[in-house]
């Protein structure tokens, strides 16, 4: 199976319970979202780190892509994280079919701040036109224990989602509507 990865700190879990309910897991890092570049970048390095320590392949997609994310979310700020979920999902799925894999996840689903009904409805949508089947778990119970792992890694910690709006929320306290 294909993990889309947003970040070390929720894969180190998820990587081992797919692993735990047998699954052959390869992790698979496409964040357009993630803003700025060199958080993007720091992130990046982290996940192979992680991937590195649990001999997990990691697929890296080529590019940074936040134009196509920003053409998507600009003047569609509520549903931002629909589109977001939507680009990173989607490419996870073509990338696992291209490579003959039989199910895709996301990490995603281990983050008690993600929206997961979204995540399931997305998942569900690009597994039906796709032919590769979107496995859902919550995992938002696990998500101290996946910290927990990745603490004596000494892996670069993220305080944000990953785009601008939510780094702006974070800090501004504030919620865009």
Request: proline content about 2%; charged content about 25%; overall charge neutral.
């Amino acid at each position: 199976m294909l993990i889309h990865a947003c970040c070390a700190h929720c894969a180190a879990y998820t990587i081992s319970h797919w692993r735990e309910q047998g699954y052959d897991v390869s992790a698979f890092w496409y964040n357009p979202n993630i803003h700025p570049y060199m958080e993007h970048e720091q992130r990046l390095e982290a996940m192979k780190a992680l991937t590195t320590q649990l001999k997990v392949s990691l697929i890296v997609s080529e590019g940074y892509e936040i134009i196509d994310y920003f053409r998507q979310v600009v003047g569609h700020e509520d549903e931002r994280c629909r589109h977001c979920f939507q680009m990173r999902l989607l490419r996870t799925s073509e990338v696992a079919r291209e490579r003959n894999l039989s199910a895709f996840t996301t990490t995603l689903l281990i983050s008690p701040h993600q929206k997961h009904d979204l995540i399931r409805e997305i998942g569900a949508s690009i597994a039906e036109a796709t032919g590769v089947e979107f496995l859902y778990a919550d995992l938002r119970k696990r998500y101290s224990d996946s910290r927990h792992l990745t603490k004596p890694l000494d892996l670069y910690r993220q305080q944000y989602c990953g785009c601008v709006y939510s780094e702006w929320e974070r800090y501004a306290n504030i919620q865009i509507k």
